[in-house]
């Protein structure tokens, strides 16, 4: 377990010792799981239909609360009303809980059953919040045994290793995404329609919803490249509206609009970044994992179901299980995980995933981080 080095590592490595008295741990305890949980696979569509439709239209009404008006209307600016204020943050929360359906659409691409769901999930959220559902594609080589935690896994950064700004910096892109993505659709992807070699460039660098910014994407097949072409055209049409055409038949800049909804990003942005921070330990410096050492590295959040929910939503809480059964809906893990707590042996590996809280999870990278960077400099000063 040599790519696994933090504080965790001793009782991790204890915990996979006792787990391997007959047989390999991993194998048990994915072969136990599977058969657990074994009833819990099929996604209800029924469910993912009431909520995503529950909560845009909550999100929906919310926004127009803020706006003051019709969506059409004139936006009444901001008044510093208690009412205004709430209705702004429960938007927040409501439509950063609609965003992150994008990763159910995603992890269910191939369900037939949820094809209509996909189209609509696109055409209310995924297109008009800038987030089509291609950009998420490559979730899936988070997923990827090989890929965990390597240069191909866009998605990872070894926060654990690095300099403690460094997770400041990356909470900081808020502010500056929502920029980057209106310029993506509205100024970058004209350009890729037109310039012969200019759309390998912006599908490598500027087509993912990633964490490290130096993440290579690799070239479509061309089936994907239709998808990304008939969402590209979407999200470009919308950004023309809003940013073009809206100004030019209302005849004034819609800035306080324009304000509202750069807000609302920056708050979804940052409450999203949040969470992914407490999502992994980050312990990986860049090595091939091996499954178990994946699983350990990520965190399930199962107490306070009524607060972790709202930073949470959609399953994203139950983080290491669902690195466990990527196939398995959001709607199911919070069962599937009281089951394999309630009946896996006490020596589990898995219940090594389990932390208290969002908060105590971030607080505990964060001293991982310090220490590592002291051993660094106490390393570096005996060696000169």
Request: charged letters at 15%; aromatic letters at 14%; one cysteine or more.
């Amino acid at each position: 377990m040599n790519q696994i080095q933090n504080s965790l590592a001793s009782q991790i490595s204890t915990a996979v010792i006792m787990s391997t008295n007959t047989t390999s741990s991993s194998e048990f305890s994915f072969t136990e799981s599977r058969r657990l949980i074994g009833d819990l696979f099929r996604a209800q569509a029924w469910i993912y239909w009431t909520d995503f439709l529950l909560t845009y239209a909550a999100g929906a009404f919310c926004f127009t609360q803020v706006y003051g008006g019709p969506i059409y209307g004139r936006h009444q600016g901001f008044q510093g009303t208690f009412e205004q204020t709430f209705f702004f943050f429960a938007s927040v929360l409501l439509f950063y809980r609609a965003s992150l359906f994008i990763h159910e659409v995603v992890h269910q691409r191939t369900n037939e059953r949820l094809k209509w769901f996909r189209i609509v999930w696109n055409l209310l959220c995924g297109i008009p919040f800038l987030i089509p559902s291609f950009v998420y594609y490559t979730h899936i080589d988070h997923h990827r045994r090989k890929h965990y935690g390597t240069d191909h896994d866009g998605e990872y950064l070894p926060l654990e290793h690095q300099r403690g700004w460094q997770i400041l910096f990356y909470l900081s892109w808020c502010f500056v995404i929502p920029i980057v993505a209106m310029v993506r659709f509205l100024v970058l992807t004209p350009l890729a329609w037109v310039i012969p070699g200019f759309r390998a460039f912006v599908h490598q660098h500027a087509s993912s919803m990633v964490m490290d910014p130096t993440y290579i994407r690799p070239l479509p097949t061309k089936k994907t490249l239709k998808i990304i072409y008939i969402q590209e055209l979407g999200c470009f049409l919308w950004s023309l509206v809003i940013v073009v055409i809206a100004p030019l038949a209302v005849g004034q800049w819609p800035t306080p609009f324009l304000i509202h909804a750069y807000l609302l990003s920056v708050c979804i942005i940052f409450l999203n970044s949040v969470r992914t921070i407490g999502s992994h330990r980050w312990s990986n410096n860049g090595e091939e994992m091996e499954f178990l050492d994946q699983l350990l590295d990520s965190v399930n959040y199962p107490h306070h179901a009524w607060i972790t929910e709202l930073w949470g939503p959609v399953g994203t809480r139950f983080h290491a299980l669902h690195h466990l059964f990527p196939s398995l809906p959001y709607h199911a893990l919070p069962e599937a995980h009281r089951r394999l707590m309630a009946s896996l042996p006490a020596n589990s590996p898995y219940r090594l995933t389990e932390e208290r809280s969002l908060t105590a999870g971030i607080i505990s990278l964060v001293k991982r981080n310090r220490q590592h960077t002291t051993m660094q400099a106490a390393s570096h000063q005996a060696s000169t």
